[in-house]
């Protein structure tokens, strides 16, 4: 049964940092990765997928890489702001990226 | 990127009575639709896969008698919760996936069932 965590479950930071959030898994036979944002009571905003072939993604100011072997992927974030926070959620794709498993999640809060 | 829209955003409801969420691919066609749960402070637990056309797929524990979807159209499912009680107490959000792999969600729906 594949698991997911991500670490730290929360995370607060000053404006301006450059941060690093990261999830492993136990079961190295992906289809795919994707990270999410959800913000308070609202749905899930997809950041960027990883499909098991690849190693990083990259879209702005966020970069995603996949490390399969070792079962592990980071978010970093540059030059952090404000609006960044916000829960942060990886999710493993099995069975053709049908079957999510998400991880618990890192509450980010980018402070002034 | 697409956009998949989610009815009622909020409902309450009393104890016993069923509920109906709608989930829309708006600007493109969803042959498979997920319908996930997210109890407070804990992550999405995939319920069932909702197949255009047949019978949806559950997971292991979720009640398809209780759960009941529908998936009717290319852009419509529907997730109804019947004889609904207060553990029924949810955020179900559904998510649709396109052709490269991508999944995207909707809002949510915060079901409270006092």
């Known amino acids: 049964k594949q698991e997911v965590t991500q670490i730290p479950a929360a995370l607060s930071v000053p404006e301006g940092e450059n941060l690093v959030l990261n999830c492993s898994f136990t079961?190295?036979?992906?289809?795919?990765l994707q990270w999410f944002r959800q913000d308070p009571g609202k749905g899930l905003t997809s950041l960027l997928l990883?499909?098991?072939?690849?190693r990083e993604q990259t879209s702005g100011r966020l970069n995603a890489s996949l490390d399969k072997s070792s079962g592990r992927s980071t978010l970093y974030i540059a030059a952090s702001q404000p609006g960044d926070s916000a829960t942060y959620l990886c999710?493993?794709?099995?069975?053709?990226?049908?079957?999510?498993?998400f991880g618990t999640g890192t509450q980010l809060k980018v402070e002034l | 990127g697409a956009v998949v829209s989610q009815h009622p955003s909020r409902v309450i409801c009393k104890s016993g009575t069923s509920v109906k969420i709608e989930c829309r691919s708006l600007?493109?066609?969803?042959?498979?639709m997920f319908w996930y749960r997210q109890f407070p402070k804990q992550s999405l637990m995939l319920m069932a896969t909702?197949?255009?056309?047949?019978?949806?797929?559950?997971e292991q524990g979720v009640e398809k008698d209780k759960f009941l979807i529908n998936h009717a159209s290319l852009t419509l499912s529907t997730l109804t919760v019947t004889s609904a009680h207060p553990e029924d107490s949810s955020f179900y959000i559904c998510?649709?996936?396109?052709?490269?792999?991508?999944?995207?969600f909707g809002e949510g729906s915060r079901l409270t069932v006092l």
């Open positions: 999710a493993v794709g099995t069975g053709g990226g049908n079957k999510l498993t």
């Open positions: 998510s649709a996936r396109l052709a490269a792999g991508e999944l995207f």
């Open positions: 909702s197949n255009e056309g047949s019978k949806a797929t559950y």
């Open positions: 990883i499909q098991s072939s690849q």
């Open positions: 600007d493109f066609q969803a042959t498979t």
């Open positions: 079961d190295s036979a992906i289809y795919n």
